[in-house]
């Protein structure tokens, strides 16, 4: 916030330029990308809404790193998914992957 400044004034201010901010409850935030996914818990999340364009403060909390490792999912394990769920393979297969192999969380996650 800007310092000297009175709160209402402030928002008055943000509302005659179309600015909209909006506090986002929020546990956890996950950033995902390609080798790891950043996780922020605690976090302060703000959305900024101003001529179209959405952006999203996020602030305070505590940051750990989880690296990606690829873990090799056999068609085995796929087909056994596939039979415990009724899914397909396709669906299977994500949920191998987003469990990180793991086959009891992937048929847990379809069910």
Sequence with gaps: ?????????????MDS???????IPADKVVISSADKDIVIEGASVTLIEMQ???????SGGSVSEVDK??????G????M???KTNA???????ALEESNGSIA???????
Excluded: C, H, Y
């Design 17 to 23: 330029m179309g600015m909209k901010n909006t506090e």
């Design 69 to 74: 490792a690829k873990v090799e999912i056999s």
């Design 81 to 83: 998914v596939m039979e």
């Design 52 to 58: 179209g364009n959405k952006t999203f403060s996020i």
């Design 88 to 94: 397909d393979e396709q669906k299977a297969r994500q």
């Design 76 to 79: 085995d394990d796929v087909r």
């Design 105 to 111: 969380d992937a048929i847990l996650k379809l069910s």
């Design 1 to 13: 916030m800007m310092p000297n400044m009175d709160p209402r004034a402030l928002k008055r201010m």
